[in-house]
């Protein structure tokens, strides 16, 4: 009787086995259609058109603004100064009166300078005004402070001295005659115009860079040691087919170049082609020569053969 029962229990564990094996099959048959080709083996893709128009072979490089001219005001006398009519990073005018200064003789005497002689008509005061408009970039000195001839008081930028320095690789520097007519595009958007004015003449030894300066025509405050970037046109075309980058196909070693060129509704071809220039987001297409209603693949077309079906997604 237990012999019996034991072949029972045999035969019911071999039959709940092969209904669950079944159960399995049929929900992994179920799956497959949910896979990323469709039925017929098509692959998904997205098409683009050719572009035609002007392309720029363009580097970007740093300018820096900056004075050229900085002019230093000096003490014309021993003394100690009684008005200090100067903050750093005021903007001051030619002739505007920036310090006075009591000579130390007149300190000592006080109000009897004038009494020894009554023809002298000066009174140990002395005023000194700003030589040139700029901003005022260094101060040295406050009320009171003792003051020696000849020692420097402040600093003045000449406003009419502002230009941007441009770090000119020396490799680029072929490119330049063509590009003496500048844009400058500064952190906040600001768009200038400048014209490339001369070179200085000497090139910094670690990066091989030459400076040039930047003339520009504004009448925009403009901070020292600010950064624009100014765009070389190394070459450019007009009339130019392109395609986006993403478009174009290569090789591991970059030595031959192809696009995924629709034939029909469903079926892409693999056609050779030679580049032009190349842009940050498209390539030049030298040949052949694509119409503006061609179809290529610009996503899903890597890997697929010479020949592939393909289903177009809108």
Not at 85 to 95: C, D, L
Request: with cysteine; net charge neutral; charged share 20%.
């Amino acid at each position: 009787m237990s012999a019996l029962k034991k072949i029972m229990a045999f035969v019911l564990l071999a039959a709940m086995f092969t209904a669950c094996k079944s159960k399995a099959e049929e929900d992994k048959k179920e799956a497959a259609p949910k896979e990323e080709k469709t039925e017929s083996g098509a692959t998904p893709v997205t098409l683009t058109e050719p572009l035609t128009g002007t392309m720029t072979d363009a580097v970007e490089l740093n300018a820096v603004s900056s004075f050229l001219l900085k002019t230093n005001v000096k003490s014309s006398a021993n003394g100690y100064l009684q008005l200090v009519n100067a903050e750093m990073g005021r903007y001051v005018t030619k002739g505007q009166e920036l310090f006075i200064v009591k000579t130390k003789e007149a300190q000592s005497l006080g109000n009897t300078i004038t009494s020894l002689d009554t023809s002298l008509h000066f009174d140990g005061v002395i005023h000194i005004k700003s030589p040139g408009t700029g901003y005022i970039t260094q101060l040295n000195y406050r009320t009171g402070d003792y003051v020696q001839d000849g020692e420097q008081l402040v600093t003045i930028t000449d406003t009419k001295s502002f230009v941007f320095i441009l770090n000119l690789p020396y490799e680029l520097k072929p490119y330049l005659p063509a590009n003496r007519e500048l844009q400058l595009k500064l952190a906040d958007g600001t768009m200038l115009n400048g014209h490339v004015d001369m070179a200085l003449p000497t090139v910094d030894a670690v990066s091989q860079t030459q400076n040039y300066v930047i003339k520009v025509n504004t009448d925009k405050q403009i901070p020292e040691n600010l950064i624009a970037k100014v765009s070389l046109v190394k070459n450019a075309k007009s009339n130019t087919i392109s395609l986006l980058k993403s478009a174009v196909l290569t090789d591991e070693i970059q030595s031959q170049f192809w696009i995924m060129k629709m034939i029909d509704s469903t079926t892409a071809v693999k056609v050779p082609v030679t580049k032009g220039l190349e842009t940050a987001d498209k390539v030049e297409i030298l040949s052949p020569v694509l119409k503006a209603n061609d179809k290529i693949l610009l996503t899903g077309n890597y890997g697929l053969p010479d020949t592939a079906k393909v289903t177009v997604i809108k």
